[in-house]
């Protein structure tokens, strides 16, 4: 059975019986948000294992709903690095491994490798294919590397399982970080309101998000599974 609670602010949703307990954290968009979350809910418990999730942006080419499960994560700007070291951060063999036999089970393609974490949206393919061959990386997300560095720092082992939810060649419909920023809010608004055919790009990133949902949660259904059956 599950709940919902809050800590320090931060909601998230449990899990627990008799022989494992597992929180979805809901870390809000960037390192700033997930950096907090984390240390919010960190104290609470003596945590198994931290496991950055959600969607992704792809770098290399790929279907929507491939899972990411990279290899190692690094930061891209580092006037955002704070305490997320400017090195790579590694994710952790074991559940990386584990990771990838429940992508055989689940007939999920793997993006392995490199996941960079960026500071903002990234809208545009042509800067998506700069962020891949200069990080040489086949991910990009905006959370991973903050989590990640949390983890190491309290020795915590760490891995990265996301969803794409987008591709390497295709641009989103405009640039989303209006909505991120309380100045520009009114300016991406009436983007959209202006620009109807905006719509089109919108509903198609809420299909691709909804598949890269459903093949995430199928996913988790077979890895915690396994971890149990394995315990």
Partial sequence: MSRVERINGVKWRRWADASRFVAVIQTGTGLV????????????????????S?????????????????EQV???DSSLTGSVPDSSIACSASYRQQAYKTAQLSEN?????????????VWLARDKLAIGRDFEASSLDMESAAIGSMAARHGIPFCVIRSVSDRLEEDLPFDLNLFRRAGTFVQGVWAVATTPGKWSGFNRLRRQKNVASARLAQFFEIFFSMTENSS
């Fill in 33 to 52: 948000n997930a950096r907090a979350a984390c240390e919010a809910v960190r104290p609470k418990r003596p945590w198994t294992v931290f496991i950055s």
């Fill in 109 to 121: 393609a793997v993006l392995s490798g490199r996941l960079v974490t960026v500071g903002n949206i």
């Fill in 54 to 70: 959600g969607f992704a942006g792809a770098l290399v080419p790929s279907r929507i709903g491939d899972v990411v499960i990279p």
């Fill in 74 to 76: 690094v930061c891209a």
